[in-house]
């Protein structure tokens, strides 16, 4: 273990007075539960919000609320690269995964695939992912699922605060949902937000809300614990520490369908206190700090889009390059991180519903795909020495003075 200055590769900060705010909300759990939930309904402008413990728990009552307006059908179709927490939900659902190939300027559904995947007869429905922040075309999917008389999910659980023309991302599709978790936009340890316009699926959620149970109160300290511990050990002089204790596989992932469904508690109503103020600083600091890397990694200019970058994704196209960046954000504690190791038809669990079936983008992804972090506590400083750490890495560690030219490694489908 190393002692040196360690950017985690995802955080959202919680200050005291958010602390302060969760332990009270253990004592005044309505209060705090209602003002909340008004809130977020003002914001998204919905008629309908409801709140669970985590987003795979948001994501698996939307689908069986949705199976219970469907009986006859059982297939959820997502892409075949997206975070393993979906396809785990599907399953903890009782309900089959479909996949799609991706376009990797995207990171989401291939468009010209995508209508011959939905063709079988006992598909439910379609997950629209807003993968990092990169908002997927929700009229082509709104339009898509009303040709093929399919629901379609938004999962913004990365793109909390973004918006697509007037409207905010989570509430375009039939239902949506967000994760509160650890690395997100803003968080309050864990939790989910469902929310949808649809008075039929909202009668549905609400009837799945009541089959499980509340957080008893030795969950509930015990998460206040772990918010604690991470609101101390996420800071940059810290994070070293809990990073390089291998048995807590920090930024690890694992496909569990076996997760905890619990409602949301007043203590992580709590913790949301000023939620909306926080969720806004987060953002533009994101989205600084992505102009910032877009210009110092010389990538192609982006479209001017709302959304800022949970993390910004960039494909090297060497695996020699790949292994040197790695290796140096390693040393140096940058934060770069792989993201999801494989496409979900390479899961062990699941990959027996594929048989041969190969998914040759999401494949290259996979492989090629590095994100960097955005979010409050990288620094300037920390962005530079990303920069460098890209310029190294293709230059077999040489170092070159930034921000000097520099060799293009990121192909045409750098995203």
Same mark, same amino acid.
């Given at each position: 273990?190393?002692?040196?200055?360690?950017?985690p590769p995802?955080?959202?900060?919680?200050d005291?007075?958010s602390l302060?705010?969760?332990?009270?909300g253990?004592?005044? %759990?309505?209060?705090?539960?209602?003002?909340?939930e008004d809130?977020?309904?003002?914001?998204?402008?919905v008629?309908y919000i409801?709140l669970?413990s %985590?987003?795979k728990?948001?994501?698996?009552?939307?689908?069986r609320?949705l199976?219970?307006l469907s009986?006859e059908k059982?297939?959820v179709l997502i892409?075949a690269y997206?975070?393993?927490?979906v396809?785990s939900?599907i399953?903890?659902?009782?309900?089959r995964v479909s996949l799609c190939?991706v376009?990797p300027?995207t990171?989401?559904?291939d468009h010209? $695939?995508?209508? @011959? +995947?939905?063709?079988?007869?006992?598909?439910?429905?379609v997950i629209?992912t807003h993968?990092?922040?990169?908002?997927?075309?929700m009229?082509?999917?709104?339009?898509?699922?009303?040709?093929n008389a399919l629901f379609?999910?938004?999962?913004?659980?990365q793109?909390?605060g973004g918006?697509?023309?007037?409207k905010?991302?989570g509430?375009l599709?039939?239902v949506?949902?967000? %994760?509160l978790g650890r690395?997100k936009?803003i968080?309050?340890g864990?939790g989910g937000i469902?929310v #949808?316009?649809s008075d @039929? /699926?909202?009668r549905?959620i609400?009837?799945?809300?009541g089959r499980?149970?509340?957080m008893?109160l030795?969950e509930?300290?015990? !998460?206040?614990?772990?918010v604690l511990i991470m609101?101390i050990?996420i800071?940059?002089?810290l994070y070293w520490?809990p990073?390089?204790?291998s048995f807590?596989?920090l930024?690890e992932?694992?496909y569990?369908?076996?997760?905890?469904?619990?409602?949301f508690?007043?203590?992580?109503?709590g $913790?949301l206190?000023?939620w909306q103020?926080?969720? !806004?600083?987060?953002?533009e600091?994101r989205?600084?700090?992505?102009?910032?890397?877009?210009?110092?990694l @010389?990538?192609?200019?982006?479209?001017?889009t709302?959304?800022?970058?949970?993390?910004?994704?960039v494909?090297?196209?060497?695996?020699?390059t790949? !292994?040197?960046?790695?290796a140096?954000s390693l040393?140096k504690?940058?934060? /770069?991180?792989?993201?999801?190791p494989?496409?979900?038809?390479?899961i062990?669990?699941?990959?027996?519903?594929?048989?041969e #079936?190969?998914?040759p983008?999401a494949?290259?992804v996979a492989?090629?795909? &590095?994100? $960097?972090?955005?979010?409050q506590?990288?620094s300037e400083?920390?962005?530079?020495t990303? +920069?460098?750490?890209f310029e190294?890495?293709?230059?077999?560690?040489?170092v070159?003075?930034?921000p000097?030219?520099?060799? &293009?490694?990121?192909?045409?489908?750098?995203?």
């Open positions: 273990m190393k002692i040196h200055r360690t950017i995802a955080a959202a900060p919680i005291m007075k302060f705010h969760g332990l009270a253990i004592f005044l %759990s309505k209060k705090y539960m209602k003002k909340v809130e977020l309904r003002d914001y998204f402008g008629k409801f669970v %985590s987003g728990a948001a994501l698996t009552i939307i689908l609320a199976k219970s009986p059982s297939r892409p997206t975070c393993f927490s396809p939900a399953t903890r659902a009782g309900l190939d376009d300027r990171l989401n559904f010209d $695939l995508l209508e @011959n +995947c939905a063709q079988k007869e006992d598909t439910l429905c629209a993968l990092f922040g990169l908002p997927s075309d009229e082509k999917m709104n339009n898509f699922g009303k040709r379609i999910v938004e999962d913004a659980a793109a909390m918006k697509q023309g007037e905010l991302l509430s599709g039939d949506g949902f967000f %994760s690395g936009n968080t309050c864990s469902i #949808t316009d @039929n /699926i909202a549905e609400k009837h799945e809300l499980i149970e509340d008893s030795a509930t300290l015990k !998460e206040f614990i772990k609101s050990f800071r940059p002089s520490f990073s390089g204790l807590l596989k930024g992932t694992v569990d369908a076996d997760f905890p469904m619990r409602k508690s007043g203590m992580q109503a $913790l206190a000023g103020r926080r969720l !806004e600083e987060s953002n600091v989205a600084r700090n992505v102009s910032y890397l877009t210009a110092g @010389n990538l192609p200019r982006r479209p001017l709302p959304v800022p970058y949970l993390r910004l994704p494909l090297v196209e060497s695996r020699e790949r !292994e040197n960046v790695d140096l040393r504690g940058l934060g /770069i991180s792989r993201m999801y494989a496409p979900i038809n390479r062990d669990e699941i990959r027996d519903q594929f048989k #079936t190969g998914f983008r494949s290259e492989e090629r795909l &590095r994100t $960097l972090p955005t979010h506590l990288v400083k920390d962005i530079e990303i +920069c460098r750490c190294n890495g293709q230059n077999a560690f040489n070159q003075q930034f000097e030219r520099r060799k &293009r490694f990121l192909n045409k489908w750098s995203i």
